[in-house]
């Protein structure tokens, strides 16, 4: 098992490492937008997957990440990099706030909560115009010139993503991480044995709020621009489509739905009428009808495939 | 601000209040039945804003055409609660995020289709016949379609307490409520007893949009922004119980009434407070049954 991870993780990597010398500029943006999704989905499943907490307003902090570099660079105007740097800080003591109130509610209060919060500062990022210039957003936020191409930017965020997944592998293998997954699976006992339920919440949601932070911190500076559309409940709705896509009880599964999502999303194209549509159909079919998402059905595949060779092997 | 004045804002938080209530009264009644979390009961109830809105318009200069169309929008939308409520069907054994999951790819879909159909632009319903005016009472002038909407809102209550109050039916569901294995076990066919209860939490959905398109402005987009508004309902009464939608009804209407005067842009903001304020002070709601 461990080598088939291996070998596709490498894979991974050397394709997405080669990726620029074999396509065009446009394919390289959706590469772009691929990882970023990819890392968005990671973080709303520390929630969903390994906590048990279904978020209904991830494009919150993701929009707070997107926020505070943009607002940082054109009001403060701090270079790129620290820019980019202090937006860790400010997602992780939004996340800090919200998460305060929303970790004291579990099942479908949680979700409430924070679709409600979300609705919150999306009100606020578009009625508060003297700050975030409201409806029509911050524009004409470039990267520094350094990352100033499709492909220096692609491999910004590669560096930035694959860096980040790390982490949240190392979390989620990590004391902290099991302890998630234990109060997901049973958090009477849990209790019991001494955890502090809500206090791993909370962190769990920081936890997640940094890394969609970081995803929206490069999403800016890809876009060159930021809306309140970042932080509409739309918007959340699209983590939760990659991961159960690709499916929530897997560390990849988030990357695979990314890659899908952003595969139709360039064939049906966001901006058709249908996107919000076709999102709602997805999350129903694969509730309904494939549970585990692709990866959980990839993943039974190889598994059924090792029981039988060992079947075989031991009646030989 | 002048005593009229204050009276006037009170009425309208009241008459907000009450289509929340509308809502909530549903969204409790299927809580406690199913235990399932309608997402999609403003989508429901934007879907009744605007079929009744065309209904309304097919109809014009009939008398009587606004009741019409409110009591249609009910019934259609009623129906549209049952094809979810089957839809739903496979989903009850499954985890409770499965079925927020569900509901909630409702509401994409249905916000969508809505856009698709009827487009983006907003509609506006005048106030019907006989309620178009004011109405003096002890010094203050109050419109009397609020009045009217306030009133429907107590006698829907109170028809719905009698209904589980006093018949056969309320007794089932009362039943189901506390335990709906035993219910079921006890030769009572849970399917149909959901499908009516999802039924009725539907069509109250559906006629308090139509109810509500001469306070406001139908148009897509308003399915979020009532939902939010709900739950603070929910959040702030207690999911289980329909004194705690009442009073909260009551509580957010008015928050949001005398929030508008002082931050008219994001009145928005004051629901919240009170809903975290509850959260943190009371989390299982004003009243409610604690540990949920």
Redesign the interface.
């Known amino acids: 098992m461990k080598r088939w991870s291996a070998v596709a993780m490498m894979a991974a990597v050397v394709v997405l490492l080669a990726l620029p010398w074999g396509v065009r500029e446009y394919n390289i943006q959706l590469a772009n937008l691929f990882l970023i999704g990819a890392l968005f989905a990671l973080s709303f499943n520390v929630l969903f997957g390994y906590t048990g907490l279904l978020s209904f307003g991830q494009a919150t902090f993701f929009g707070v990440g997107a926020y505070a570099l943009a607002l940082l660079m054109k009001k403060a105007g701090l270079s790129f990099a620290l820019a980019f740097v202090l937006s860790v800080p400010i997602t992780a003591v939004t996340a800090g706030v919200i998460g305060f109130f929303c970790s004291r509610a579990t099942e479908f209060f949680f979700s409430v909560l924070t679709l409600a919060f979300g609705q919150l500062l999306f009100v606020v990022a578009s009625k508060w115009y003297t700050v975030t210039a409201g409806d029509d957003g911050i524009q004409s936020i470039f990267p520094p010139t350094a990352l100033g191409s499709a492909t220096r930017y692609y491999y910004f965020t590669l560096a930035v993503v694959a860096l980040c997944t790390a982490a949240l592998w190392w979390i989620a293998r990590s004391p902290f991480g099991y302890t998630l997954q234990s109060i997901r699976d049973n958090p009477q006992r849990s209790e019991a044995i001494g955890i502090n339920l809500r206090w791993y919440r909370w962190m769990a949601f920081v936890v997640s709020g940094v890394f969609a932070g970081v995803a929206g911190a490069l999403f800016t500076t890809f876009n060159w621009a930021v809306a309140p559309t970042e932080l509409e409940w739309t918007k959340s709705a699209e983590p939760v489509v990659m991961t159960l896509l690709g499916g929530p009880h897997l560390f990849g599964g988030p990357i695979i739905g990314a890659a899908i999502f952003t595969f139709f999303q360039f064939y049906l194209g966001k901006h058709t009428l249908f996107w919000a549509f076709s999102m709602g159909v997805v999350i129903l079919f694969v509730v309904r009808f494939m549970p585990g998402g692709v990866g959980g059905y990839l993943w039974q595949r190889v598994q059924a495939a090792r029981d039988a060779s060992r079947k075989h092997a031991a009646q030989r | 601000m002048t005593l009229s004045g204050f009276v006037n804002q009170f009425v309208s938080g009241l008459t907000f209040g009450m289509v929340l209530f509308l809502l909530a009264l549903g969204l409790v009644l299927i809580f406690g039945v199913m235990r399932v979390?309608n997402?999609a009961h403003g989508s429901l109830y934007m879907v009744g804003a605007f079929t009744g809105y065309f209904v309304w318009e097919w109809l014009k200069g009939m008398t009587g055409s606004f009741w019409v169309s409110v009591i249609v929008a009910g019934l259609l939308v009623a129906a549209l609660g049952l094809v979810l409520e089957y839809?739903l069907r496979?989903?009850y054994a499954?985890e409770?995020?499965?079925q927020?999951?569900?509901t909630?790819?409702?509401?994409?879909?249905?916000?969508?289709?809505v856009?698709?159909l009827w487009g983006g632009q907003y509609h506006s319903v005048p106030r019907p016949p006989g309620f178009q005016g004011r109405i003096e009472l002890g010094g203050v002038v109050l419109p009397t379609y609020y009045l009217l909407v306030i009133g429907v809102g107590v006698a829907t209550g109170l028809g719905l307490w009698l209904l589980l109050a006093r018949t056969k039916l309320g007794k089932i569901i009362r039943a189901a409520v506390a335990d709906r294995e035993m219910v079921g076990i006890l030769g009572i066919r849970l399917p149909r007893l959901f499908a009516g209860v999802f039924g009725i939490g539907a069509f109250l959905a559906g006629a308090a949009g139509m109810l509500a398109a001469p306070l406001g402005s139908i148009g897509s987009g308003m399915d979020?922004e009532i939902i939010?508004a709900v739950?603070?309902v929910v959040?702030v009464g207690g999911?289980g119980s329909f004194l705690g939608a009442a009073l909260a009804s009551l509580i957010i209407g008015e928050v949001y009434s005398f929030g508008i005067l002082v931050l008219p842009?994001?009145a928005?903001?004051f629901m919240?407070l009170v809903?975290?304020v509850v959260?943190?002070v009371r989390?299982q709601g004003l009243i409610g049954a604690p540990e949920r």
């Open positions: 979390v997402f839809m496979p989903l499954r409770h995020s499965d927020i999951l569900f909630y790819g409702c509401v994409l879909i249905i916000g969508d289709l856009k698709w979020v939010v739950f603070a959040i999911m842009a994001a928005q903001v919240f809903m975290v959260l943190v989390p």
